[in-house]
């Protein structure tokens, strides 16, 4: 399936305890390229030491390099529209 035939998602992605660290992005990745990406990133981090930190801008480079024919936007701060 082409980049320009999938569609465009929400994705909220939940690394740590802590809600405010979630990675919010927008993608035509599925869930299971993202966690295929990001899963070994985690696991090492949480397996290793200082040097094996990432933070969501790590994250977000590493499915772009991934997947380089797909969407991946880091959204950072979510707009709210009241009509």
Do not use: F, W
């Amino acid at each position: 399936m082409s980049n320009k035939t999938k569609k465009l998602r929400v994705v909220e992605i939940n690394t740590t305890a802590y809600h405010e660290e979630n990675l919010t992005i927008i993608t035509t990745l599925s869930d299971d390229e993202i966690s295929e990406v990001l899963q070994p990133i985690i696991d090492k981090e949480r397996d290793g030491g200082e040097d094996d930190e990432y933070d969501n801008d790590v994250l977000v480079k590493a499915l772009i390099v991934a997947y380089p024919k797909h969407t991946v936007v880091h959204s950072e701060e979510n707009d709210y529209l009241e009509l």
